[in-house]
């Protein structure tokens, strides 16, 4: 017990600052929307520079970042509905596997010219073809990044994404021709975040965006199999020989997936496990 009374100052500081950019992102959101993730980084950032964390939030504030990051990417799996995503066939599947080996890859290439660290440029990738700022944190400890590393990819791939919700959305009333369909696989396809492609989906109309949601999860579920593939490439890569090795808790993530898939569980609570995990993640970023 007196053990656990350490983590309370730290884990009501970090929950505050979670809250204020909470509060901030719905003011600004109809000028931009940064995400209450970038905010609450830019804030922590802003804090520990200019006023420094005191010893007594120490405690919870790493307890913030090391538990409650895997908690809520775990609960971050009852947003999947895999029948749903395997009605849209092979087509959507082939597609979003070459985004994301495109993607990937040409986040590399552009590490090297650029001489970016190997595992900043992969945060990067990851985070730009599977599904944002999630994307980042949960695939960092698979390939031993460093906090920094993470923070940097988080703030870009938020940033980028917040843009592209705005271009997307000014697309969608342009009056190109796209159908629906396209304009929801285009942007369930290819912007970051999950939030991203589901408010850029919905800008044409429900059929686009249920299209948009279905496309963005067939990206998320590709987590898994890249978890597995980098941990792998790092662990060979790495000279120190420390070991970058696999996190369950992604694991635990598709297990979710498939238990929500079943439809065994209430709807209600299911909505609350997704926002307990966006609460758990934004209160891991902020510590982090």
């Given at each position: ?18 809250v204020i ?8 959101m109809?000028?931009?929307?940064l995400?209450a ?10 804090y ?48 979003v ?5 495109t993607?990937l ?10 001489k ?18 999630s ?13 920094e590393?993470s ?31 396209q ?58 020989g ?10 635990y ?14 709807e ?13 993640i ?7």
């Amino acid at each position: 017990m007196e053990k656990a009374k350490k983590y309370i100052p730290g884990i009501i500081f970090v929950l505050l600052i979670s809250v204020i950019s909470i509060m901030l992102n719905g003011a600004l959101m109809k000028y931009i929307n940064l995400e209450a993730l970038t905010l609450a980084i830019i804030i922590g950032i802003l804090y520990n520079n200019l006023v420094s964390t005191q010893d007594i939030f120490k405690a919870g504030v790493n307890f913030s970042l090391k538990k409650l990051l895997k908690i809520g990417i775990v609960l971050l799996g009852f947003k999947l509905n895999i029948s749903s995503v395997l009605k849209l066939g092979p087509k959507i599947l082939i597609m979003v596997i070459i985004y994301v080996i495109t993607a990937l890859l040409l986040s590399y290439l552009l590490g090297r010219l650029f001489k970016i660290n190997n595992r900043l440029s992969a945060l990067i990738g990851i985070g730009s073809c599977i599904c944002g700022a999630s994307a980042v944190v949960a695939m960092a400890p698979c390939i031993n990044a460093k906090d920094e590393d993470s923070v940097i990819a988080v703030s870009i791939v938020s940033f980028l994404g917040a843009v592209g919700v705005i271009v997307y959305s000014a697309v969608a009333f342009s009056g190109l021709m796209l159908t629906p369909v396209q304009y929801g696989a285009w942007s369930g396809i290819s912007l970051h975040g999950v939030a991203h492609a589901i408010a850029a989906a919905f800008a044409m109309g429900d059929v686009s965006g249920e299209i948009g949601t279905f496309v963005k999860m067939t990206r998320v579920i590709m987590l898994v199999p890249v978890s597995f593939i980098l941990s792998i490439v790092f662990n060979k890569g790495n000279e120190k020989g420390e070991k970058a090795g696999f996190p369950m808790y992604v694991l635990y993530f598709i297990l979710a997936g498939i238990i929500n898939t079943t439809g065994v569980i209430p709807e209600g609570i299911t909505a609350l496990l997704v926002k307990t995990s966006s609460l758990f993640i934004l209160m891991a970023m902020t510590a982090m």
